[in-house]
């Protein structure tokens, strides 16, 4: 069974960066494809960013891409989101996830496709 756990959200002004991180324990996440996904008050969780367990692919929300970048570092068993740029549309409650996958080239949009969650981190952006 894997374990996630979030940090580093914050308050922050309107245009600065933030770096989080998601740590597994439990099992390694080799063969784990894993993702970011936010939920807002009010709103739905939506996705923001996913990555392949050989971290060659990624995949990025609209609302996201070219701010926010996702990476992996498997032999530290963490997965990280750096986010710059912020905009206070990202103020919201960002979970990681992870799901196995045979494929090292898979990744994956739809947080139903994901079977391990963490509790979240709090990012709200003050405009």
């Known amino acids: 069974q894997v374990q996630l756990l979030e940090s580093g959200g914050g308050l922050v002004q309107a245009g600065a960066s933030l770096r989080l991180s998601c740590a597994a324990s439990?099992?390694?996440?080799?063969?784990?494809?894993m993702g970011w996904f936010r939920q807002a008050p009010g709103k739905e969780r939506e996705f923001v960013a996913t990555?392949?367990?050989?971290?060659?692919?990624?995949y990025y929300a609209d609302s996201v891409k070219g701010r926010f970048t996702i990476s992996r570092d498997n032999a530290k068993n963490t997965l990280y989101l750096q986010m710059s740029d912020l905009k206070f549309e990202d103020t919201a409650v960002y979970y990681c996830?992870?799901?196995?996958?045979?494929?090292?080239?898979?990744?994956?949009?739809?947080?139903?496709?994901?079977?391990?969650w963490g509790q979240g981190t709090q990012v709200t952006v003050s405009s």
């Open positions: 990555i392949s367990w050989s971290g060659g692919r990624t």
């Open positions: 996830a992870a799901r196995a996958s045979s494929y090292s080239g898979g990744y994956y949009y739809n947080s139903h496709d994901y079977d391990h």
């Open positions: 439990g099992r390694t996440l080799d063969n784990y494809a």
